[in-house]
């Protein structure tokens, strides 16, 4: 929190020493006071929350993890509100159940492979997305509806750029999730 123009966090192991042993942090303290903060990339974390509101020049979002086990899908919230400018955004191995993106209106780029609890997701008002990684089928078991909206079915269903994610995941996408 004492950086305050800090632009660009880009970290591995989210350790603390707490009782003189390094245990794994599960929120990251001071992220509030970041307000210019553009780039956030953090690998092997042991986050179950994490809050990026108020943050207008977050362009970039990468969580990744070495392994790609439900064991080790930490994360089970995030927090976007007020920080719509994020153009990437890679969540790499979560725990998260409900993913609200809809404010994300300069979402170019989406990867949530090992989305291991996610059951629904709401693309419909993300009309700039180009890139959509969701890996393996296996990795994110319990998705059952992406909801888009009637131009990127369009889209996605034919243009062979979306061909791998269409084979995939074409048998869940619903212009209308309800």
Same mark, same amino acid.
């Given at each position: 929190?004492?950086?305050? /123009?800090?632009?660009?966090?880009?970290?591995?192991? +989210?350790?603390?020493?707490?009782n003189g042993e390094l245990v794994?942090?599960? #929120?990251?303290? =001071?992220?509030?006071?970041? #307000? !210019?903060?553009?780039?956030?990339?953090? !690998?092997?974390? =042991? %986050?179950?929350?994490?809050? %990026? &509101?108020?943050?207008?020049?977050?362009?970039?979002?990468? %969580?990744? +993890?070495?392994?790609?086990?439900e064991e080790y899908a930490t994360?089970?919230?995030?927090?976007?509100? /007020? @920080?719509? /400018?994020?153009?990437? $955004?890679? *969540?790499?191995?979560? &725990?998260?159940?409900?993913?609200?993106?809809?404010?994300? @209106?300069?979402?170019?780029?989406?990867?949530? #492979?090992?989305?291991?609890?996610?059951?629904?997701?709401?693309?419909?008002?993300?009309?700039?997305?180009?890139?959509?990684? %969701?890996?393996?089928?296996?990795?994110?078991? *319990? $998705? /059952?509806?992406? +909801?888009?909206?009637?131009?990127?079915?369009?889209?996605? @269903? #034919?243009?062979? !750029?979306?061909?791998?994610?269409?084979?995939?995941?074409?048998?869940?996408?619903?212009?209308n999730c309800d």
């Open positions: 929190e004492y950086f305050k /123009n800090l632009i660009q966090i880009d970290a591995d192991k +989210n350790y603390k020493v707490v794994w942090g599960k #929120t990251m303290e =001071g992220l509030s006071e970041l #307000t !210019k903060l553009q780039y956030f990339s953090v !690998k092997r974390h =042991g %986050f179950e929350t994490i809050d %990026f &509101s108020n943050k207008p020049d977050l362009d970039w979002i990468t %969580f990744s +993890n070495s392994y790609l086990g994360l089970k919230q995030i927090n976007f509100e /007020n @920080s719509n /400018n994020i153009r990437r $955004l890679a *969540l790499l191995v979560t &725990s998260i159940e409900t993913l609200e993106i809809s404010n994300l @209106s300069e979402l170019e780029r989406l990867s949530l #492979t090992g989305a291991f609890k996610l059951k629904r997701l709401d693309l419909s008002k993300n009309t700039k997305l180009e890139t959509l990684d %969701f890996g393996q089928r296996q990795y994110s078991p *319990l $998705l /059952n509806c992406i +909801n888009v909206s009637q131009e990127q079915y369009e889209k996605w @269903s #034919t243009e062979n !750029k979306y061909s791998t994610f269409w084979d995939r995941y074409g048998d869940i996408v619903r212009v």
